[in-house]
């Protein structure tokens, strides 16, 4: 498993409220990757994101190394061990809020790899899309005011990437003492690409875009190209890209 992460202030704030983190364990094909854009205003948002990341790490990695799963057990366990951590980071990011005293919250996407099949859980506007036969799809779906407009037909995809309160998400850890994430999973080739990001990559760069950069760039520049496309865009948000590409050996199931 390869793997590459960027992130950069961006343009106008004056502080990054990005984390993200890159974990594997070629050994048992295994690979964690977290990218979490926080909010609550400088210190705050920081703070939030990365004791997100951190508790997301701490708490999958315990729980892979501590498990050795019947063949049963094997196919619940990582979308239980991602529920887990998610829920772990929301009540450690609202109990250092103050139990919602001061505003602090994060958004949160994870990419867990385990025997060949690529598990996803998000909440809030930070995305996963994948890379694959020359196409990118978006695999999860914005916990935003504006996606919920798209799904009612009262907005089109293109209307949404230019409405004014695009920003506005409807979930977030740490705003109250319970969330809920949303889940997937689906077979991953090697070869192919995940990229996650914040929104202060897709908040400036399109679709076509994307799919152009991963068309035309070496792997591990994909980061720098993406970040330096942003920026060059506009840069009205703290930026990270993080990319992720199995072997064939991480996608032999066990």
Sequence with gaps: MDAWGLTDVGLIRPQNQDSFLIELLPETGQALCVVCDGMGGAQNGKLASAVAADCIEEMIFQQMSDTTPTPEEDALL???VLRDSIRLANAEVYARSGDGDRLMGTTVVCALVWQGVLHLAHVGDSRAYLYEDGALTQITRDHSMVQELVDQGALTSDEASRHPERNVITRALGVEPEVECSQSERPISAGAVVL??????????????LTAALRETDFYDLPRVLVNQALEAGG?????VLVMQPGEEDVQRG
């Design 78 to 80: 990582p979308g239980q």
């Design 196 to 209: 996650l990001c914040s929104d202060g990559l897709t908040g400036q760069l399109s679709k076509e875009r």
């Design 236 to 240: 009205n948000d703290n930026i990270t």
